[in-house]
């Protein structure tokens, strides 16, 4: 289970902080990752992190601005949203992926994701 939480309202150029919790399956056999969807869109990979070696993708769009962390003792995963856009609003999600079954890039680009949280709208507005 993957449930997220911060959410909310900010101001172009603000920030927030995403956390998910993960419960119920290994968390240190997955990839984890946070994706969006904008209205009308597809789902996109923002950001995917591989806890075995420690490497990113990000996503062109968000390089620079959003930063994906992971709590091990907590088991959260977090993302970062610095200098937020107003294209930026969308719901977000976050993901985990078996590690032995795809890398990060194609968890990001291909939504190669075994679990998905409910989501958590972020608006970015002045």
């Known amino acids: 289970q993957l449930v997220e939480s911060g959410g909310g309202l900010a101001q172009p150029g603000g920030s927030l902080r995403l956390s998910c919790a993960a419960s119920?399956?290994?968390?240190?056999?997955?990839?984890i990752g946070w994706f969006r969807q904008a209205p009308g869109k597809e789902r996109e990979g923002v950001s995917c992190?591989?806890?075995?070696?420690?490497?990113?993708y990000s996503a062109d769009s968000v390089q620079g601005r959003f930063t994906i962390s992971r709590d091990n003792v907590k088991s959260t995963i977090y993302l970062q949203m610095n200098r937020l856009k107003p294209e930026d609003t969308a719901v977000y999600y976050c993901?985990?992926?078996?590690?032995?079954?795809?890398?990060?890039?194609?968890?990001?680009?291909?939504?190669?994701?075994?679990?998905w949280g409910q989501g958590t709208q972020v608006t970015v507005s002045s």
């Open positions: 993901a985990a992926a078996y590690e032995k079954m795809t890398t990060i890039q194609s968890m990001c680009t291909k939504r190669e994701v075994n679990y």
């Open positions: 992190f591989s806890p075995t070696d420690g490497t990113t």
């Open positions: 119920g399956f290994p968390t240190t056999d997955y990839a």
